[in-house]
């Protein structure tokens, strides 16, 4: 399956008794690995898609009452894990990871983390929609996410009616959309999701961190942005906006540069003229050098790569 197509697979040409073991197998492809177990083993049935576009990857999910166990064991068994932005279009279900646990209604939105052991249990036939985020992008764009997972955005808030409305039009029309826009409009949902969760959830020190990353994004052509100068614009110590970053497992220095090296592949992606050195230097790096090298540790190929692999996909 190439880039931007869509994988579909349905248990209705299936036997009954082998639909929950094909759809173990197949969730655990295209998702992470789980222990599924069915309410009414004889009446099970699922269908799945899934279309990935650049880092991340878009699945639709249908399937009977189940509970599902993703374990320690299961964990460790992968080396790449991923947060996962999803929202029910119908049904209820259980979602518990770390501390939390929450009911999920129809509508409501959650998040979960392939790195840690969960568990949902769905009480109701469910139809449900998700993105999995590499979770560098995940961090930059919405720090303290892992303090998220298992907590609910209400499909009936104000905040809940926007971001849902938008996960489902992006979720249904990302595959059409020309691929070197998709990273851009990824990046705007990562956005409309903290600002979300932001609103339904208070933690401390939250003010002064979003405030910090409104800097930190207004000012990424500075080649001097750094803790000292945020910590400046921002009124306080340097010492105790280091606090404020650590309380949520990042460092400033971090979240500037992947910051920088978003900005700079959602350039990159846009398809335009800028030449490798206009984007390092558009995005605050004080050399092209400095700019590939980091983008290739980031992103595992260096910025050329990754426009002429996008044209090539484009074409």
Not at 104 to 113: G, R
Not at 161 to 170: A, C, E, G, K, W
Request: charged fraction near 20%.
């Amino acid at each position: 399956m190439g880039p931007g197509e869509t994988y579909k697979w349905s248990s209705d040409t299936l036997d009954p008794e082998q639909r929950l073991l094909a759809y173990e197998k197949e969730i655990n492809k295209v998702h992470c690995q789980w222990s599924v177990t069915p309410f009414e083993r004889d009446s099970f049935h699922a269908r799945l898609e899934s279309c990935d576009i650049d880092a991340f990857s878009f699945t639709h999910m249908f399937a009977s009452p189940i509970a599902a166990i993703h374990d320690r064991q299961q964990v460790q068994s992968v080396d790449e894990h991923f947060f996962c932005l999803f929202y029910l279009e119908r049904g209820d279900a259980i979602i518990s990871q770390g501390a939390n646990e929450t009911r999920l209604k129809p509508n409501d939105t959650s998040i979960w983390d392939s790195s840690r052991p969960a568990r949902m249990e769905i009480h109701s036939d469910i139809e449900q929609r998700a993105i999995l985020i590499p979770p560098s992008i995940a961090m930059a764009f919405i720090p303290g996410i892992e303090n998220l997972c298992a907590t609910a955005i209400c499909g009936n808030s104000a905040s809940g009616r926007i971001l849902r409305s938008h996960l489902f039009q992006l979720h249904s029309n990302i595959g059409r959309v020309d691929l070197t826009a998709s990273g851009a409009m990824i990046q705007a949902t990562l956005a409309l999701t903290e600002a979300s969760f932001r609103t339904g959830h208070d933690f401390r020190n939250r003010p002064m961190m979003m405030r910090a990353l409104e800097i930190i994004q207004s000012q990424l052509e500075r080649e001097d942005l750094s803790a000292g100068t945020l910590a400046q614009a921002l009124g306080v110590s340097t010492r105790q906006l280091h606090r404020v970053f650590a309380a949520h497992g990042l460092t400033v220095g971090q979240v500037i540069l992947r910051r920088r090296l978003l900005a700079g592949r959602s350039l990159l992606g846009m398809g335009n003229a800028l030449s490798v050195t206009e984007v390092a230097m558009h995005c605050g790096f004080y050399d092209a050098s400095h700019f590939s090298r980091s983008f290739k540790r980031e992103f595992g190929e260096s910025p050329t790569e990754f426009s002429q692999r996008l044209r090539l996909q484009c074409h």
